[in-house]
């Protein structure tokens, strides 16, 4: 293990689907290895680690289909939660990619780009702020699956205090639209349109130039 654990990259980590050796491995975390950070985003992730370190493999599993399968505003997919299933989605998902591909990164194939994981270890490791910018960019979205687990009561919620940590203060306009989005949740899918992203937006696809790969497990 490293010396020194990025936050995000931490977080990125418990937003995942609990695995047993990741969850044995964040398990065995220490806070002091985690920097730089907050006091508050030190405490916030504190709070969450007494909490999961208390609970066994199989509750760890059931907690996080609860709180993130089954309702569509709490979806780890940022796009979703402004666009639904739309083409809108499609082009902001090419966007994201392009991103990833500016820095000279791909994601794991098994990932959409918008994954709320995938982005937090962008952030994480990107050079030059362009993972921050990319996070800032989606904070309605983050708002929103944080509203969303709080009007639960769940146990996640402090990880999204960490993500939020350091982030500039909202404007009206986005308090506003996350307001309204939170009352009527995703856009549905429209008629005609295909869902998540057109063909190009995929990752690895035949003829691409392998570069760096971030989101995969081995």
Known sequence: ??????????????LQYPEAEAVE????LDLDEVGPASAAAREALGEFLAWYRAQTLDELRESYVDNFDFDRRRSLHLTYQLHGDSRQRGLALLKIKNVYRDAGLVPAPEELPD????MLEFAALAAGGAG???LDGHRESIELIRAGLTQVDSPWVPLFDVIRD?????????INRI?????EGPPSEEVGMEPFAPPEVMPNQAGEVPLPMIGGRS
């Not at 293990?1 to 418990?14: C, E, G, N, T």
């Not at 491995?25 to 065995?28: G, K, R, T, W």
């Not at 307001?179 to 009352?183: C, D, G, T």
């Open 166 to 174: 350091g982030m500039p203060g909202l404007s009206r306009r986005q």
């Open 25 to 28: 491995e964040v398990s065995a």
């Open 179 to 183: 307001k309204r989005l939170a009352e």
């Open 115 to 118: 994954y709320l994981p995938l």
């Open 1 to 14: 293990m490293p010396d020194r654990f990025h936050p995000l990259k931490v977080v990125s980590l418990l």
């Open 132 to 134: 921050r910018d990319l």
